[in-house]
């Protein structure tokens, strides 16, 4: 059985947040289907943490 991962837009994440008025966000990622298909690996949980900062949201890290 094989498990497929679509990375979402960064706009529509970002267009969400801001509708369900989100300051602080977790980020979880995956490191066996997502960082297989690179939509959640270490890697794209870095680059997400990235561009969440850069648009002032606050990320979590527990």
Known sequence: ??????K?????IK???I?????TIMII???KCAKNSKTGGLEEVKEMK???TEEGFKVGNN
């Open 1 to 6: 059985m094989a498990v497929v991962t679509i």
């Open 8 to 12: 979402k837009d960064f706009k529509e």
């Open 15 to 17: 267009r969400k947040l």
């Open 19 to 23: 509708e369900k008025n989100v300051n």
């Open 29 to 31: 990622g995956c490191g």
């Open 50 to 52: 990235k561009m969440l």
